[in-house]
């Protein structure tokens, strides 16, 4: 498989990982896996920043897919595979259609970094 069919899975398994997070089914210790990737998925802050050379990417390409393949081990088969078919038809154009989902991360970051900003300030 190359890169570009691998950036193609990730597209279809990040929706498909949101989906199975919110299956009653889904164990919890899968539902805290695929709550943490979703999360690192759509966070706007890497682990490691991608304007560092080589290293930058190393996350989206190693870290990233590992996450994905754990959390779907632990997703029960029935599950996962009804999840992927909801999942189909989330993404257009190359982005998601349900863009909002992002939003939650988006706030956690603001709340870290506000709580940052207030633990220097005082």
Not at 102 to 121: E, F, H, N, T, Y
């Amino acid at each position: 498989m190359n890169l570009k069919e691998r950036a193609k899975k990730l597209k279809e398994d990040i929706p498909a990982v949101f989906i199975a997070l919110k299956d009653p089914k889904t164990p919890w210790a899968a539902k805290i896996l695929a709550g943490l990737t979703v999360g690192y998925a759509l966070s706007p802050v890497d682990l490691i920043p991608d304007f560092i050379p080589v290293l930058g990417y190393l996350d989206d390409l190693v870290i990233l897919p590992a996450l994905i393949a754990l959390t779907i081990r632990h997703i029960p088969k029935d599950v996962w595979e009804q999840s992927l078919q909801k999942s189909r038809g989330l993404w257009q154009d190359g982005r998601p259609k349900k863009w909002y989902y992002g939003l939650p991360v988006l706030l956690i970051w603001c709340l870290i970094i506000w709580l940052i900003v207030r633990a220097i300030r005082f």
